[in-house]
């Protein structure tokens, strides 16, 4: 047996310094090693107690090779999807707290529309993750360049240099601490926890454009304190997660201080539910209620629903808002978008997805609408190529309605 498990490890080990952390898949895999072990086990006692039975140790000795089969089958699906997507566990347990995980992505497009004059391509951007684990004591953080800065040229007025196309930015940094899977305590600067905003990663999400109400009605981000925890299988067939959160308000300088004295408060709820017949089926809710620096205080629900069964994949999110604008004899504004999805993967490696949107910042009617035909392809899971086909509804201000093509690359890495 530990001779399986000596193969087991040297097989996988090339792999280590690939994907992202998973460590629900983790768990089921586990418990899968777990049950082959007591397997392998159980046929080994029962083969000594009859070796002399030469009937039943020739079929208990077939068996135990169909078992180790099935054990270094397992191993080698786990190199192959699993272990590349779980790398920070894997390095702690085999090499300690020891391991600085260096991580991100890059990605590149091509983007088109009717007469407009954006079409070109773009390189988006590549972003590096940082993370040390500690104990229970955690940080990460993400650096991202989008655009491809650079400074180049003078400005007329200072003579000083001249800042042309991009961004460098902290998108996250936090330090937490984990008590267990459903108390950890978190600081620093988060993105808000809505689904796309927070898993809006080129090599994952199922199309090139992000839904036009994210980061629209519910901000992007916010710093602060978060109370969060997620667990599976809190109770038989049924999970429970939460992230309550503390936050300055949103202000030029927030990571800095606040605007003013009250602060924002958010909470998300999460539940996975218990339908057998699905693969996956969560449903989450969103509250946020807090002051902008302009003293407009906003109020915002926000609902969201995945779900997969059989390749088929279900994404729905929709969020309300309503600003009490600070000023006497101002009207109070409200807002509300969403989308919904369906989408299918076929042979692992292809996504065909269809998705409706809807955006509406001021509460007239359908004031901009895009429906989406999106392919993405995955050759590995951490390359990802993707195509949109869109046509845009938009009745601001007179706009004309278009057309439009967006392609890109990303690779994880």
Known sequence: MWTIFSLFFLSFYPSLLWGQVNE??????????????????????????LQDK????????????????????????NNIKFIQENTLSILQRYFGNKIVNLTGYYDFEYNAEDGKRTNGFRQHHVALWIQRRIYDFNFFTEVEFEDSPFAEGKDSTTSGPVLFRGA????????????????????????TPDYWN?????????????????????????????????????APGIGFGYNLWIANGPNPNEGHADSNDNKVVGAKLILHLPLQIFDKMDLAGIFYYGNRSNGDTDTIWHVELQAELLGVILMAEFARGHTRVDAPGTQNTKSYGGYALIGYTFF????????????????????????????????????????????HWDKTNGKPNYNGFAFSFAIFF
């Open 168 to 191: 460098i930015r902290i998108e996250r940094a936090w330090g937490e601490y984990l008590f267990g899977d459903l108390f950890r305590i978190r600081m620093g600067i988060m993105l």
């Open 54 to 77: 030469t009937s039943s140790s020739e079929e208990l000795s077939s068996r135990l090779d169909e078992v180790e089969g099935g054990m270094e089958e397992l191993s080698n699906q």
């Open 348 to 391: 692992e490696k292809y996504t065909i997805s269809l998705r409706g949107e809807i955006l509406d910042l001021t509460k007239t009617f359908d004031l901009q609408r895009r429906v989406l035909i999106s392919f993405r392809y995955r050759p590995i899971p951490q390359v990802s190529i993707k195509f949109d086909f869109y046509r």
């Open 24 to 49: 629900k898949k983790m768990k089921r895999l586990e418990k899968k090693m777990k049950l082959m072990e007591r397997e392998l086990q159980r046929v080994k006692t029962q083969l000594q107690e």
């Open 198 to 234: 927070v898993n809006n990663f080129p090599t994952t999400t199922p199309s090139v454009l992000r839904p036009i109400h994210v980061r629209k009605i519910l901000p992007r981000d916010f710093v602060g304190v978060s109370l969060y925890g997620d667990k599976e299988n809190l």
